[in-house]
């Protein structure tokens, strides 16, 4: 997986014979994240910061939160992450085993494929949000 998405480690997913839930670790270095806003029809996803300071937007609101920090994203929520501060982050994703597919399935492609994967996955950028980066998604995720 690209530096500016960080680095996931998928704990359990699909391929492991889940069929409901799935989970995944990501490790955040400085300036990393998911900054493009986009949401899910049909997944919940929930944030647990295991380590530095991340920043979640939620809709219109970020929040920058601790270790220990719990973050639930309700589907049809647009929100995004990034890690701002100077210092490494880290983080445990739980989500549905098709939302672990996406992400092993982002890590497979160029940042100018990322939208069409979402797409597959009922996953949508947010090109309406105010916080929708200005320059291309691929500077972004890179």
Wanted: hydrophobic share 35%; aromatic share 8%; glycine share 10%.
């Amino acid at each position: 997986m690209r530096l500016g998405m960080g680095r996931p480690s998928i704990k359990i997913g699909l391929r492991d014979g889940a069929t409901h839930v799935g989970v995944f670790e990501s490790e955040l270095p400085p300036g990393s994240g998911f900054r493009v806003p986009h949401w899910h029809d049909e997944s919940e996803e929930v944030f647990y910061v295991l380590d530095g300071e991340i920043e979640y937007l939620l809709g219109d609101h970020r929040h920058r939160e601790i270790p220990g920090s719990t973050v639930f994203v309700p589907p049809g929520t647009v929100h995004a992450f990034r890690n701002s501060t100077a210092l490494p982050a880290s983080h445990l994703v739980i989500g549905s085993a098709e939302l672990i597919s996406l992400v092993e399935d982002l890590g497979e492609v160029e940042p100018d494929e990322f939208e069409a994967v979402h797409e597959r996955y009922r996953s949508h950028f947010a090109h309406s949000s105010p916080h929708f980066p200005g320059q291309s998604v691929e500077t972004v995720c890179q």
